[in-house]
């Protein structure tokens, strides 16, 4: 769900190695002690492989948008999802931290500069944002296999260090929402592609290589930020389609599921209380 918690140590040159590491240097590894978690994680060592050897469309870092026919559509509707965006930033100073939700972030991120506001995670729906923001949900229902939905803000001077994704069974896709100048502070690589974000464009990348993000502007970054399924041929995309909904029973699903859930409720039963207050109240 995340930008990408990571692991111990780069041990090897994926191009070099005909595959993709696990790790990435100087982040320190989740720690999750339950055997449920580190059987789970075996699975998924496992799973890669045969993601990265069964992958329809290659493994590259960074992909031709062309390849997704749909992403065009997503992009025409960037004037609507811009506007529920900007909605949905008059109350900025109340969204969440990543880490808010996602304890594990914090082996990435550990200030206020990385926000977010979720319509999904892991195929589960947060039901009252996506009520904010209709008109976004429905671009994303062109995405096939969405698993997760969501705008990504990056506050000025925000830099995600080197990290990687936790599993390479999705790719991720960025709409440059709000994208200020000069373009040369405000960046992500991806392995060794540097790339910048327009407004209006998708960007679509592998975040199971190593990658970095960041906003040197004086000014906020939003990216509408969606995992989509990895498209994959048999027998990968079977253990990908059960990894996919074993997930949501782990503690890390399960624990960013009920933080959002107590955000939600704080956030909504304010806005509900702001409507109700007297009309004479300042």
């Known amino acids: 769900m995340t930008d990408g918690t990571a692991d111990a140590s780069l041990s090897e040159d994926p191009s070099a190695t005909g595959r993709q590491s696990f ?71 109340e969204l969440p931290t990543f880490q808010d939700i996602s304890t594990d972030v914090k082996t990435i991120s ?9 319509l999904a995670g892991f195929g ?26 969501m705008f990504s803000i990056f506050e000025p001077g925000k830099h995600l260090p080197a990290h990687r994704g936790p599993y390479n ?25 540097i790339c910048h974000w ?13 990658h970095e993000a960041w906003n040197h502007t004086d000014k906020t970054r939003v990216v509408l930020f969606v995992d989509f399924v990895k498209p994959l041929k048999f027998p990968a995309r079977f253990v990908n389609w059960a990894l996919m909904n074993l997930a949501v029973f782990t503690p890390f699903i399960r624990e960013g599921l009920d933080n959002h859930k107590a955000w939600e409720k704080k956030f909504y039963a304010e806005a509900e209380a702001f409507r109700n207050r007297p009309q004479n109240q300042t």
């Open 23 to 93: 790790n990435t240097a100087g982040i320190a590894p989740m720690d999750r002690a339950s055997a449920i978690t580190r059987f789970f994680m075996g699975i998924v060592a496992w799973a890669e492989e045969l993601n990265f050897r069964y992958a329809k469309l290659g493994n590259p870092p960074v992909y031709d948008t062309a390849t997704f026919p749909w992403a065009a559509e997503v992009e025409r509707a960037w004037p609507q999802i811009r506007a529920e965006l900007e909605r949905v930033l008059l109350r900025q100073s």
């Open 110 to 118: 550990t200030d206020a500069g990385w926000k977010t506001f979720f």
């Open 124 to 149: 589960l729906k947060s039901e009252q944002n996506i009520k904010a923001c209709p008109q976004t949900w429905e671009a994303v229902q062109k995405i096939p296999g969405l698993k997760t939905a």
């Open 169 to 193: 069974g999705v790719l991720r896709l960025h709409l440059g929402l709000i994208v200020p100048d000069p373009a040369d502070k405000l960046a992500i690589r991806v392995k060794d592609q």
């Open 198 to 210: 327009q407004e209006g464009k998708v960007l679509i990348f592998d975040d199971a290589y190593e």
